[in-house]
């Protein structure tokens, strides 16, 4: 069942204290599925899926657009976008607020609000309620053990204080790191040629693809990503190859809201953010730490600042590089509001969608990359002074402008990078 009614009653619920009531009311807010349930007396409940976290975790703006074109209508919600229904094609009848994860449409949904899980049920209509929320959720179906009625909040009390966003624990990083090893190996075998073309084709080169760790799983087949923050892994996305489905899904127990490729932010240089993992790569790939790069992972991940916001804070500039579309818009405005200095650029002029359509055309990432630098960043004049001065950004000098800076200035101020 679902629970859709401002409450719901469940009998044979224990309270922590050991009486027992036969009612139990849940807010509307804190929304279950059953997925199996064992009631009784002296008996717990559990495999709920938590409707309201897969509800909140799907990219609502992003897995529409896969299916119709949207575009900005206004600023309701946070922020509303409008376009041909996806199941009825009705012209500029659906909308999507992203940021409340709800869409509507005057014909499919009778002019009322509906949630991503409705959407995802509308998507795949022959799929079981529980295989909808794995697929929205990458996999994983977030769950809750109903231990007692003191589980849950009566309507009108005060949200406890969240623990900060965390990497999964150490049993799925010990599995998934294995996992990762093997999805490497697959795609230097024969088995992962194909996979091995086709990031050849996005323009990356096997040293970036070594660097990055990136891999092949043979089912569902797909490129592996692995995103690791100073040691720690935090989630293994899947670009898929197959059709059908989304795009990008993750590693069951993943945390893909996380700043990929974070640990290259650094106190006082410039940092550029992109939309996602393969941009990031290519990045790295042209201009290394000229011009540190990372991404949210995706353009409408809501990061947790009291995570993140000490990655965000260190560059003194951040450039923000939105892809051509409407969740790109979404990412200028996410991260302005979170980074320090914030300046949307734009690559040059043409139809380019995102940084590897430019580069794959036949852009100078490199050039495009110190342009921004001159025109944000420039250097001073006397550069062997402020080389001296600075120490670490010695190397960063020496690349930008082709001067040797001189080894025992550098050394003397110990800046490795």
Known sequence: MICENLC???????????????????????????????TGKGQTMRQW??????????????????????RWKASTGGGEYSGRCPFCGGTDRFSVQPEKHIWMCRNC????????????????????????????AGGEVPQVAVMSA?????IGQAPQPQAPYSAPGAEWQLESLGLVEQYRAALWSRDGEQA???????????????????????YPRGIS????????????????????????????????AALYNADVLISGYSALAVEGEFDTMLAWQEFRDILPT??????????????????LLRPNFTLILPDNDIPGQVMLKTLSAASVNPIAVSL???DWKDLTDFYTAGGDLPGWAMDLLQEYDPLPEDITEFAAFMGGKARKISQKTGIEINADIYSNKGGGM
């Open 225 to 256: 990503i692995p995103c690791f923050v100073a040691g720690v892994l935090w989630y293994v996305k899947f670009r898929q190859l197959s059709g059908g489905g989304p795009k990008y899904i993750c590693l069951q127990g993943s945390k893909p």
């Open 294 to 311: 990372f991404t949210p992972g995706s353009a409408t991940n809501h990061l947790d600042l009291a995570t993140w916001g000490r990655y």
């Open 49 to 70: 899926i938590d409707v309201r976290r897969v509800n909140q975790a799907v990219d609502l703006l992003a897995l529409a657009q896969q299916h119709t074109e949207l």
């Open 109 to 136: 949904s009778g002019g009322k609000w509906q949630d991503a899980i409705s959407f995802g049920r509308r998507l795949w209509p022959a799929a079981s309620f529980e295989q909808v929320c794995k697929n929205l």
């Open 196 to 218: 091995l073309a086709y990031l050849h084709q996005r323009g990356l080169q096997d040293e970036a693809i070594h660097h990055f760790g990136l891999g092949y799983r043979a």
């Open 348 to 350: 040059p002029a043409g």
């Open 8 to 38: 719901t009653y469940v009998p044979h619920i224990r309270y922590a204290g050991g009486h027992y009531i036969s009612y139990v009311k849940f807010h509307k807010s804190v929304q279950f599925h059953k997925s199996e349930i064992r």
């Open 150 to 154: 003191g589980d849950f909040r009566e």
